[in-house]
């Protein structure tokens, strides 16, 4: 009877054995899955920080370059209107009749005229 207690004893502690190991193998794996989401968490979120980053230079240049083009399309209009002029002072002088006055070209008054000068020239230079 003492031989069968011990024998059972015996197998009951090799199985113990067996399921602690079997415990700390789970753990470990558990151990590294969880590393893994975490370093995985960790680079998704640095591929996105850099995809936001890239987003927001593209963003930045995109409306550099429409207000480039705003600038440039009012230098385009003032310079029209001077040649407008030009071509106006010119018919009057007695060149080819194609305006006769100045004022149908110019429909700003000429005070509204000499301010948005000054203001393209103040953007000028400080451009």
Known sequence: EKEIWNRERLSLQ?????????ISK????????????ELGS?????????????YLRAE?????LIYQ????????????ECEEAT???IARMGGQP??????IITHHSKGFT?????VRVSIAISR
């Open 87 to 89: 071509l106006a002072l």
């Open 114 to 118: 000499r301010f948005r000068s000054a």
């Open 69 to 80: 083009k705003k600038y440039l399309l009012l230098l385009l209009g003032g310079f029209q």
């Open 26 to 37: 789970l753990r470990a794996e558990l151990r590294s899955e969880a590393f893994l989401r």
């Open 42 to 54: 960790d680079t998704e979120n640095a591929v996105l920080r850099r995809i936001y980053g890239k």
């Open 98 to 103: 194609s305006y006769t006055d100045l004022e």
């Open 60 to 64: 930045s240049f995109r409306k550099a």
């Open 14 to 22: 090799k199985s113990l054995k067996q399921a602690d190991a079997e």
